[in-house]
């Protein structure tokens, strides 16, 4: 059989971590996709998946395979849409990554016009608060906010965002706005996504780096909680400022200590193609990267 098209056929199957589901995603049936892997182990002399009436998993030998065989099949597309013309149609399948809250503010409209524009394209988007190793996931097209380490990805920055204290206008009423980030011991803290008991705030004071030890009353695991209570009057919490555009719009929260902030964190559109990427990575990073430019210059 052709190796290109085994590999393709375990692909699916490790993705799908289902034989089944695998036949389903290749149009294949059952037992031709068995037949498949059956002769690729056989092929290489090892064994690639674990399976019982339960499940599908790669085994150690399998994940390898895996992360190779996701890579020859991305430069095979690649080649396929460089002799086609840089002016093809995209088509097929695109894995993108953002963090949460991000990605549906700001990733998911614009995926829904790449959508509508492209109708034989389709994705998966993956909205995590963790860094996603975009090789090793099979993601091709990642949002990221911060300092990028040394890498050979390709990334496009697209703006910046601002870490800011914020608080409703109600609790700041009855307990005062703090003056310096040392106030902030004397308030009320609402912390987001933390799970220790103390938390370390760093500003930006007499041209240095302060750390302010705060003892938050309330700890939440999603910004969105964090939101909801300091809009509720409880306290004061920090936020990325792209969070919370719609409530520092219609003034239900208002930043505080904003000459204390340090400096701002850039975006970026990253991918894991050269410079003759493929139409689909390059038409879903052009739409990413004009959408997100666009959107973040307005809040900024």
């Known amino acids: 059989m052709d190796r290109l098209h085994l590999m393709t056929v375990f692909v699916a199957v490790a993705e799908e971590e289902s034989f089944s589901g695998g036949a389903r995603r290749l149009a294949m049936s059952p037992p031709a996709v068995t037949r498949c892997i059956a002769s690729l182990e056989t092929r290489l002399g090892v064994k690639l998946l674990d399976r019982t009436t339960r499940y599908v998993r790669v085994t150690e030998a399998g994940q390898r395979y895996l992360d190779d065989a996701r890579r020859i099949i991305a430069e095979m597309d690649e080649a396929d849409d460089a002799v086609v013309g840089i002016n093809a149609t995209p088509k097929g399948h695109l894995t993108v990554t953002a963090p949460g809250l991000f990605g549906r503010m700001y990733v998911t409209p614009l995926l829904v016009d790449y959508l509508n524009k492209y109708p034989q394209m389709d994705v998966s988007a993956l909205y995590l608060d963790r860094v996603v190793n975009m090789m090793e996931e099979g993601v091709d097209v990642g949002i990221r906010i911060g300092e990028l380490p040394d890498s050979s990805m390709m990334a496009l920055r697209v703006g910046y965002i601002r870490r800011i204290v914020c608080a409703s206008p109600a609790y700041l009423a009855q307990h005062g706005t703090p003056q310096t980030p040392q106030d902030l011991l004397k308030h009320t803290v609402i912390s987001a996504s933390s799970i220790s008991p103390s938390v370390e705030w760093k500003f930006r004071q007499d041209h240095e780096l302060t750390a302010v030890r705060i003892k938050p009353r309330l700890i939440v695991t999603t910004n969105d909680a964090a939101i909801e209570v300091a809009q509720r009057g409880f306290g004061i919490t920090r936020l ?19 000459e204390f902030e340090l400096p701002p964190l850039p975006v970026h559109v990253m991918h894991r193609e050269g410079r003759h990427k493929s139409a689909r990575v390059r038409t879903f990073v052009d739409v990413m990267v004009e959408g997100l430019r666009a959107q973040l210059k307005a809040i900024e």
Not at 241 to 257: F, G
Request: cysteine-free.
């Open 240 to 258: 990325m400022s792209y969070q919370i555009t719609p409530q520092l719009s219609d003034h239900s929260l208002q930043v505080i200590l904003k």
